[in-house]
């Protein structure tokens, strides 16, 4: 297996399962990892259900041993059994995708979170989003694993290659707004949302090149280069138009780009999160500065420390 592939099989901090291990052990296969995830999570938002105070903290689980753990305190039984949705933890697209990586690693099969955006949702619009890119021995498929596979007139489970109107990674569509392709204001959380246009998809160019180098962090941490909304400088665009065509190289196989990229994303400040991130929050609770090593179950924390 080549390089570049085989470094997606082994669990980074946020896919180790740690002394939940064996509550995946039965998993077998890419559409039943994903099938666990939408039995263990329902989306914060998307799903209708108001979240409870007391339990608005799980959506910052941002470890997958904690995302277990969690349901494991509320479900002592199997993950795949039934689970009300209102009972499940709750999530968002990219906890569905981290728990169905770490699903997947754990049969030692390459997976990576990929973050981007949706054409998919709704007419015009293409919204932020994280799936799941596995390899099937000759490419990487992409799962979208929060759909369940009779919602959409296409496979969730190997998404077609539509361009905008798929799935798009963060640093495809910076691409084809530089080209003009694309309206920048047409990619964000929600039309008319604030988060939205070409600084947040700056930003988000910086999400999936951390979660490609093991850093699956929340899409509400920030660090780093990120703009939060500011406007993007010239120096910043060329900047960033240099590291999206690694990215790029990355996407289309390119030998010994994922190794490049891992060497930028440890070498430039602007990239990775030197242990810390500012975590904002959904339901405007306020920002809030969080040690990474701190913040992790004990297992992993042991890790990171090393």
């Known amino acids: 297996m080549d390089a570049d592939v085989g470094r997606y099989r082994r669990h980074t901090p946020y896919s180790d399962p740690g002394a939940f291990r064996s509550r995946l052990s039965g998993?077998?296969?890419?559409?039943?990892?994903?099938?666990?995830?939408?039995?263990?999570?329902?989306?914060?938002?998307?799903?209708?259900?108001?979240?409870?105070?007391?339990?608005?903290?799980?959506?910052d689980c941002r470890w997958s041993?904690?995302?277990?753990?969690?349901?494991?305190?509320?479900?002592?039984?199997?993950?795949?059994?039934?689970?009300?949705?209102?009972?499940?933890?709750?999530?968002?697209?990219?906890?569905?995708t981290l728990l169905t990586v770490s699903s997947l690693r754990e049969q030692d099969?390459?997976?990576?979170?990929?973050?981007?955006?949706?054409?998919?949702?709704?007419?015009?619009?293409?919204?932020?989003?994280?799936v799941v890119e596995w390899w099937d021995g000759s490419r990487w498929v992409r799962c979208d694993a929060q759909l369940?596979?009779?919602?959409?007139?296409?496979?969730?489970g190997d998404i077609p290659r539509d361009g905008l109107s798929g799935f798009a990674s963060a640093a495809e569509v910076w691409e084809s707004i530089r080209r003009?392709?694309?309206?920048?204001?047409?990619?964000?959380?929600?039309?008319?949302?604030?988060?939205?246009?070409?600084?947040?998809?700056?930003?988000?160019?910086?999400?999936?090149?951390?979660?490609?180098?093991?850093?699956?962090?929340?899409?509400w941490d920030l660090?780093?280069?990120m703009r939060?909304?500011?406007?993007?400088?010239?120096?910043?665009?060329?900047?960033?138009?240099?590291?999206v065509g690694l990215v790029l190289s990355v996407e289309h196989g390119e030998r010994g780009a994922a190794a490049r990229l891992a060497a930028r994303y440890a070498d430039d400040v602007r990239l990775a999160p030197r242990g810390r991130v500012v975590q904002a929050s959904p339901f405007g609770l306020g920002d809030v500065e969080v040690d990474l090593v701190g913040d992790a179950p004990s297992e992993v924390a042991r890790t990171l420390a090393r």
Do not use: K
């Not at 990576?112 to 293409?126: K, S």
């Not at 369940?148 to 969730?156: A, G, K, Q, R, V």
């Open 109 to 130: 099969v390459p997976a990576r979170g990929r973050v981007g955006f949706a054409g998919y949702f709704g007419a015009e619009y293409h919204y932020d989003h994280v």
């Open 27 to 59: 998993v077998r296969g890419a559409d039943a990892a994903a099938a666990v995830a939408r039995n263990l999570i329902y989306h914060y938002r998307a799903d209708g259900i108001e979240v409870p105070v007391d339990r608005r903290s799980d959506i």
């Open 180 to 219: 003009g392709d694309a309206d920048p204001r047409t990619f964000g959380v929600f039309p008319e949302s604030p988060f939205s246009g070409e600084s947040f998809v700056f930003d988000y160019v910086i999400r999936d090149v951390a979660h490609l180098n093991g850093d699956e962090l929340l899409l």
């Open 223 to 225: 660090w780093g280069g």
């Open 65 to 96: 041993a904690r995302i277990l753990e969690r349901d494991a305190g509320r479900h002592p039984d199997a993950v795949d059994v039934p689970r009300e949705r209102s009972g499940r933890v709750a999530g968002c697209c990219r906890d569905y």
């Open 228 to 243: 939060a909304g500011e406007q993007v400088t010239a120096d910043e665009a060329a900047w960033m138009d240099d590291l």
């Open 148 to 156: 369940e596979p009779t919602w959409f007139p296409f496979d969730t």
